[in-house]
């Protein structure tokens, strides 16, 4: 072998492999840096802690690859170009297999990063209502009332309007009273008689509307806030129908 050609090879490596250390070098402190100002974002913005710190490595992950692909053209040069087409042809295969775990953990980090709803919270979606019990990367686990399981797949997050039934404290509840349009009737009374259940809230309070007067009946709309709104219906309907014996009183 020539001894010059081998020189020059071997000097051609040697500084190939000193700018590769330096990559590396930056590479390793970046992605540190990157890391711990990603989790430290999400943080603050109190995304589950799981979240958190999956985000973070990926961050991390992802600066050490960029690394990694500068070191790959430091070596390979001319080659560097057929190698990046062949990841890139690689992932897009892989990404079309798996789109649709891929999407599915993608909202499951939306749903934990940014936590539209919460574990105990009682929300609908797709057509059930239930206790979240569990959120994964993957999916979201619910507890119906008559005690099923449901596993709902964290994509339906993000296509599909949820209602969380749980986000406020306070559910408005509506009953309503019918009476004789002769019936000379306080408002202050059915108040108060909505008042004097313990589960209805007194802020806001209790607001009576008169909604229809028609062959000789008066309909009145009785509206309320409570913790648990079923109860508060029909306590409400009792105390109502207690101190109008002669009304009609239904829940709305």
Do not use: C
């Amino acid at each position: 072998m020539d001894p010059i050609a081998l020189r020059d090879t071997l000097l051609d490596y040697t500084v190939r492999t000193l700018w590769a250390l330096v990559v590396v070098a930056i590479a390793l402190v970046l992605a540190r840096a990157v890391r711990r100002v990603t989790m430290r974002r999400l943080t603050k913005h109190r995304a589950q802690g799981n979240a958190t710190i999956l985000l973070g490595n990926v961050a991390q992950l992802a600066v050490i690859a960029l690394g990694i692909l500068v070191v790959l053209a430091i070596y390979t040069q001319g080659a560097f170009g057929w190698i990046l087409t062949s990841f890139s042809v690689v992932g897009i295969v892989i990404g079309l297999s798996l789109q649709d775990i891929l999407r599915n953990f993608f909202a499951g980090v939306w749903v934990l990063v940014e936590r539209p709803f919460r574990i105990g919270d009682t929300i609908d979606v797709s057509g059930y209502t239930g206790l979240v019990e569990e959120i994964t990367f993957r999916t979201t686990l619910l507890r119906t009332d008559d005690g099923r399981q449901v596993i709902v797949p964290n994509g339906d997050f993000m296509t599909k309007p949820v209602v969380n039934l749980t986000r406020f404290p306070l559910r408005r509840g509506v009953v309503h009273l019918t009476l004789d349009a002769a019936t000379d009737l306080a408002t202050d009374d059915v108040k108060a008689a909505v008042a004097s259940v313990s589960v209805i809230a007194r802020d806001p309070a209790p607001a009576v509307e008169l909604l229809q007067v028609a062959n000789g009946k008066a309909r009145y709309r009785i509206t309320f806030w409570a913790p648990d709104r079923e109860a508060a219906i029909a306590a409400a309907v009792a105390a109502v129908r207690a101190r109008f014996p002669a009304g009609e009183v239904r829940a709305a």
